[in-house]
Each structure stands twice: as structure tokens, then as C-alpha cells.
């Protein structure tokens, strides 16, 4: 049963005077002809009734006709979009990235890049770097935006910048004037901080732990400006990002402990098929890198 056949039969169902239709077709009448008749053997039974030189389809032929006719939009709509998804500027991009990140790298990047190619989609996920890495390993994502860079031998990555972090504490704490402090300044603070299947709560609790202590936490969240709307109340300090052009409110001060900083890395799959579209955009952000560590100073 060839998919062409299959096209002629719904046709004919349409055009019952087989010699009109074959010359639509541009195939012979006999072909034609031939054509619906080993439909009919695979299928089983009649779908047409011969009246002189016209078929006319039954029941069964109607019936079979409107699931084919479904059957074969749906595998034309499948194959325009593999075609569309080997164009590079009009594919989709399939991209994860980390919390933190969603107000300032991911729509600079992707507003940046949609400028110069605006046909191309993008279908995005905001999570923390532990479920986009399994996203991108069970074949979710085309490329995620995260920190650390992944250990797993399976993940290709390239660093893009790194990012120094900042102690956010409230406006009257004690060290809200000073321009540079070291975490055991607030050892004895409590600690506002992101939850624990996040890179940048691991990178908190192993520069408190460098630092000598344990930090003390008062909250746990995952929307970073949660935990700077709750530092700013006074419930405590966290270990944050700066963000480009914001004002520092609440406080952000810089932190002399070696270490405090992150490297945002872009990743992807060493064996997964990566689409034109998604490689035209990763080669984009890895010539991007130059920039957004100026961005970052």
C-alpha cells in the first residue's frame, strides 16, 4: 500500500470519472484502474461501485476515504515540519535554562538573535540546573543555559562568562555601607537561600563551608526575586547574582572569599541530533561569550 495510491484513492473518491482523473493525475487509466483494485485486495473488501465508466464510492469506501484523507494531512504536516526543522531560519530551538538567568542573559541572547532571524521559534523552560541537565539528557532540550558545567561525559559545554556573586543584605544591616565583605563577616546571619537541587545553593553552601561555617537557612526558594524581596524585609542575607543595569536594592556587596563567582555555561548533547536551527544558535551565544562577559565586567 503506497502512500501515492492512497492519495489516487481518496482523489478518486472525489472524482468518480476515472478517465478525468487520471489525466489529472497524469497517470493512465489502466494504472488508475489497477491501483484501486489492490487497495481493495489489501483492505479487503469493495469500496467503489462500478457504474459504467464512473466508480462511485460505498459506504465502506467513504468511511476509509475520510480516515486516509486525516491520515495523510497529518503525514504531510509532519514532513513540512522536518522540512521547516532543516532550515536553520525557520527550525525550532528547544532551550533550558536557570532561573536567575531569565531577566537578563536569556532574553538579551534570543531578543539579539531573533532581530537577524525572525522565523525562527523558540520553546523555552525555566528550571533549576539539576532538572534541565536530565531534560537535556533524556532528550528534552536541544541546549541549556546553566551552572556548574555538567560532570556527565555525555555533555558537551562551553563557558560563556563568569558571573561574580553578591552578599544581599538588608538596608540597615550592619554591613549595608561597606563596598566589600568575606562570609564570615555573617556567620552568625541567617540566610536567605535557593533550594538545594540548585547550582547556585551548592555554591553557597561550599563557600560558607570555606569559610568556616554552616549557613543558617531562614527560607528556601527558587525565584531569586523572592529571596531579594525577603533580604530587603529583613529576614535575613543571601549569596545572589548581580543583575546588569538594576538598581542594587536591597544592598549587594562584593565578596572578597576566593571563589565567589559562577561560570554560566551553554550545553548540549554529544551524541543527540541537534537540529540547524538549535547549532545556528548555540554557535551564536559561543560568539556571543565576548560580549556578555564585557556586559558582566
Not at 542573559?105 to 537577524?116: A, C, F, K
Amino acid at each position: 500500500m503506497q502512500v501515492e495510491e492512497l492519495r489516487w484513492f481518496v482523489a478518486a473518491v472525489r472524482e468518480p470519472n476515472l478517465t478525468r482523473l487520471a489525466g489529472k493525475l497524469h497517470v493512465s487509466q489502466p494504472a488508475l484502474s489497477r491501483s484501486l483494485r489492490r487497495l481493495e485486495r489489501s483492505v479487503g473488501g469493495q469500496l467503489f461501485d462500478r457504474v459504467g465508466r464512473s466508480l462511485e464510492p460505498n459506504p465502506r469506501g467513504r468511511a476509509l476515504a475520510e480516515r486516509v484523507e486525516r491520515a495523510l494531512e497529518e503525514l504531510d504536516a509532519g514532513v513540512l515540519d522536518l522540512r521547516e526543522g532543516g532550515d536553520p531560519e525557520r527550525g525550532e530551538v528547544r532551550l533550558a535554562f536557570l532561573h536567575t538567568l531569565g531577566t537578563w542573559l536569556v532574553p538579551e541572547l534570543i531578543g539579539r538573535y531573533r532581530s537577524t532571524h525572525p522565523d525562527v521559534r523558540f520553546r523555552l523552560r525555566q528550571s533549576s540546573a539539576r532538572a534541565n541537565l536530565a531534560g537535556l539528557i533524556a532528550g528534552d532540550h536541544d541546549l541549556i543555559l546553566t551552572s556548574p558545567a555538567p560532570e556527565d561525559p555525555v555533555i558537551g559545554w562551553t563557558q560563556l562568562l563568569r558571573e561574580p556573586l553578591r552578599l544581599a543584605v538588608p538596608s540597615g544591616h550592619r554591613l549595608a555601607t561597606r563596598r566589600r565583605v568575606r562570609l564570615r563577616d555573617v556567620a552568625e546571619d541567617p540566610f536567605i537561600a535557593v533550594t538545594e537541587e540548585t547550582g547556585l545553593r551548592v555554591l553557597t553552601d561550599r563557600l560558607c563551608e570555606r569559610a568556616g561555617f554552616s549557613p543558617r537557612i531562614a527560607f528556601e526558594g527558587q525565584d531569586v526575586e523572592t529571596l531579594r524581596g525577603l533580604v530587603s524585609a529583613g529576614l535575613g542575607v543571601a549569596l545572589l547574582p548581580a543583575r546588569p543595569g538594576a538598581p542594587e536594592t536591597p544592598p549587594l556587596l562584593a565578596v572578597a572569599d576566593a571563589g565567589a563567582e559562577r561560570a554560566i555555561v551553554l550545553a548540549w548533547h554529544l551524541t543527540r541530533y541537534l537540529s540547524p536551527a538549535a547549532a545556528a544558535f548555540a554557535e551564536y551565544v559561543r560568539a556571543s561569550a565576548r560580549g556578555l562577559r564585557a556586559v558582566r565586567g
